[in-house]
Nanobody, 124 residues
Framework: QVQLVESGGGLVQAGGSLRLSCAASGRTFTPSAMGWFRQAPGKERECVGA????????YYADSVKGRFTISRDNAKNTVYLQMNSLKPEDTAVYYCAVVRSRVILSEVKKYDYWGQGTQVTVSS
């Protein structure tokens, strides 16, 4: 089993920044694709960013392009999400996830292991 623990969420004013971290432990595996997802009340879970094993070509949802940056440190089994210029519509529970894969994946159903989520609230 793989355990994922997110941190860094909180309350921030519109225009502010937050940095989320997700540390993997347990029976981690390589290669792995990792992603950040979010789910707002009454909405489906969506991928906001994904990154392949080699940290190369990344994926971003259109709604966060230019504002969010995903990165990873394989030596630390950790993935990050830097969120800048936050908007009230970014308010959601943010989850990280991991799957055994050499390529980038953005579909929710493709991921096998999930963290417990961290709340991000952006006030106007």
């Amino acid at each position: 089993q793989v355990q994922l623990v997110e941190s860094g969420g909180g309350l921030v004013q519109a225009g502010g920044s937050l940095r989320l971290s997700c540390a993997a432990s347990g029976r981690t595996f390589t290669p792995s694709a990792m992603g950040w997802f979010r789910q707002a009340p009454g909405k489906e879970r969506e991928c906001v960013g994904a990154i392949p094993w080699n940290g190369g070509l990344t994926y971003y949802a259109d709604s966060v392009k230019g504002r969010f940056t995903i990165s990873r440190d394989n030596a630390k089994n950790t993935v990050y999400l830097q969120m800048n210029s936050l908007k009230p519509e970014d308010t959601a529970v943010y989850y990280c996830a991991v799957v055994r894969s050499r390529v980038i994946l953005s579909e929710v159903k493709k991921y096998d292991y999930w963290g417990q989520g961290t709340q991000v609230t952006v006030s106007s």
